[in-house]
Each structure stands twice: as C-alpha cells, then as structure tokens.
C-alpha cells in the first residue's frame, strides 16, 4: 500500500517528467515516486507486471490528448 506521501512524491516525478511520459501516451503506466515500474496498452498485463516487481505503485492512463501541446497565439496588428 502506499502511503500519502509517497503518492506526493510520485505525483511531483510525473509533473518533473511529462516529456518522458509523452512518449508513453495512450498507454497505461504503474509507477512511484522512484519512477515508472511497468507500462502496458492492456491494463489488465500491466497490473501482472508492477505486482511482480514487488514495488508498491499507483497506476495511471496516459490519455493522447493529454500531450497535446497547444500553440500560443499572439495579438496581430495592422498598421493602417
């Protein structure tokens, strides 16, 4: 089981390492605040795999959306 705090941890390595976790979009991952323990499509390989690690873990969908990275859009003026 893991403790709040170790969920803090593990939910700030997520926030620290989203260019990573871009790559895994549209995946599943089990991951702690030491890092990702497991990925998969199928959620269900992916719950075998992280329990045989051993490590406790939380287990998140990297939705494709989620990366999607929106353009900045700048005020255009027009000298007249």
Same mark, same amino acid.
């Given at each position: ?12 390595? &997520? ?17 702690? +605040?030491?890092?990702? &323990? ?5 959620? +269900?390989?992916? $719950? ?8 406790? !873990? $939380?287990?998140? !969908?990297?939705? *494709?959306?989620? !990366?999607?990275?929106? *353009?900045?859009?700048? *005020? $255009?003026? !027009?000298?007249?």
């Amino acid at each position: 089981m893991i403790t709040q705090e170790q969920y803090k941890r593990a939910k700030a390595w &997520i926030a620290a390492n989203r260019k990573i976790l871009s790559k895994l979009a549209g995946e599943w991952i089990a991951y702690n +605040e030491n890092g990702i &323990i497991a990925h998969n499509t199928k959620q +269900e390989a992916l $719950v075998k795999e992280a329990r045989a690690s051993g490590q406790d !873990f $939380v287990i998140r !969908f990297l939705h *494709p959306t989620s !990366f999607i990275h929106t *353009p900045r859009l700048l *005020p $255009v003026r !027009f000298r007249s």
